[in-house]
């Protein structure tokens, strides 16, 4: 581990560039959802490429340190910026090596937190049928007291 100068130094010699957030099949995807989730209730945010360091805590450094790196593809985020639901895309390519394996973690870690995970199969989900879910996931709107 490196201290700030050196990552700094370290930083300031090299190149970056910029990398889409999203592959195209996940950026459709977070578009249709992003439409479906504002139409149900506009208090709700669809957010990409999220930690689950970010979002789950444990008393446990170890399992912790299992969790801490790994991304959902898209998250859907109440009203009060609590994390609700996971949605994975899995596209053509996904199931190679150890894909099974680490989203077994993933959706443990997410189950154990009380956050739903749900799975978009590239070619298998209409946004007719993403609408519908996202119809079952958000809460409505509760009227203003």
Request: charged share 25%.
């Amino acid at each position: 581990p490196w201290d700030a100068a050196e990552q700094l130094r370290i930083v300031m010699g090299a190149d970056f560039t910029i990398q889409p957030l999203l592959n195209k099949g996940e950026a459709r995807v977070f578009k249709e959802l992003d439409r479906a989730v504002i139409s149900r209730n506009p208090a709700w945010q669809v957010m990409a490429q999220v930690s689950l360091g970010e979002m789950l805590r444990s008393n446990d450094a170890k399992a912790y340190g299992c969790i801490n790196a790994k991304r959902v593809d898209l998250l859907l985020m109440d009203e009060a910026c609590r994390p609700r639901h996971a949605i994975e895309y899995q596209g053509a390519g996904h199931h190679q090596g150890t894909a099974a394996a680490r989203d077994a973690v993933k959706k443990e870690a997410l189950r154990r937190a009380g956050i739903g995970y749900h799975e978009v199969v590239a070619g298998q989900m209409t946004p007719a049928e993403l609408r519908r879910l996202v119809e079952k996931l958000v809460d409505k709107p509760t009227a203003s007291a």
